[in-house]
């Protein structure tokens, strides 16, 4: 069954860095698009951004823009979530989520989110 | 970027009843619009997509229709078990792909 597993999660200070991980299991994931989105703590859903199937186009939403990079690696089943200067608005749990294979805008399988603190 | 309003904000329901929740978007999306449910702790999970299909394994209680701006997420013979947040999430403008706020479902 398909299967998505973030890690790297943690409490970091405002301005460093974290590199969030998800690995893929259960289906083709080089066929496939990836997204990243966010949920603060008792708020909605906020994308952040999505890769394609071969890492060659990339999507952000403003709020991350400059900031965050998404990346994959196909011989890994892996996609990564860099994030650079970080904020405290950046707290929120992230979700690395699958986009399904007719438009890849829609995610249809997420994993269970790595929660990601930013306080001094 | 696309706006969407979910409306109520908060349902509160009896078992067995209906729910009806509401996505009105700032502009037209066409079908290209999706529900997810979201129990407390846990990953959203993917309810409908194409305003109106649902996705595998969703039990036809879940029910999506709508086109345009105005969509609708029909939830009959409700069970204790749906209580969740549930939100609304377009992709016909993009990027951003944008959420709406969510609307609460309360089973009383």
């Known amino acids: 069954q398909v299967q998505l597993v973030e890690s790297g999660g943690g409490v970091v200070q405002p301005g460093r860095s974290l590199r969030l991980s998800c690995a893929a299991a259960?289906?083709?994931?080089?066929?496939?698009?990836l997204h990243w989105v966010r949920q603060a703590p008792g708020k909605g859903l906020e994308w952040i951004g999505l890769?394609?199937?071969?890492?060659?186009?990339?999507y952000y939403a403003d709020s991350v823009r400059g900031r965050f990079t998404i990346s994959r690696d196909n011989s890994k089943d892996m996609v990564y979530l860099q994030m650079d200067s970080l904020r405290p608005e950046d707290t929120a749990v992230y979700y690395c989520?699958?986009?399904?294979?007719?438009?890849?805008?829609?995610?249809?399988?997420w994993g269970q989110g790595a929660l990601v603190t930013v306080s001094s | 970027e696309t706006v969407l309003t979910q409306s109520p904000g908060t349902l509160s329901v009896s078992p067995g009843e209906t729910a009806t929740l509401s996505c009105r978007a700032s502009?037209?999306?066409?079908?290209?619009l999706a529900w997810y449910q979201q129990k407390p702790g846990q990953a959203p999970r993917l309810l409908i997509h194409?305003?109106?299909t649902r996705a595998t394994g969703v039990p036809a209680r879940f029910s999506g229709y709508g086109s345009g701006t105005e969509f609708t997420l029909i939830i009959s013979s409700l069970q204790s078990e749906d209580s969740a947040v549930y939100y609304c999430?377009?992709?016909?403008?993009?990027?951003?792909?944008?959420f709406g706020q969510g609307t609460r479902l309360e089973i009383k």
């Open positions: 999430h377009q992709s016909k403008h993009w990027p951003p792909i944008t």
């Open positions: 989520s699958r986009g399904d294979p007719a438009t890849h805008t829609v995610s249809d399988f």
């Open positions: 890769i394609s199937y071969d890492g060659n186009n990339k």
């Open positions: 194409g305003a109106s």
């Open positions: 259960g289906f083709s994931f080089s066929s496939y698009a």
């Open positions: 502009q037209s999306v066409d079908t290209k």
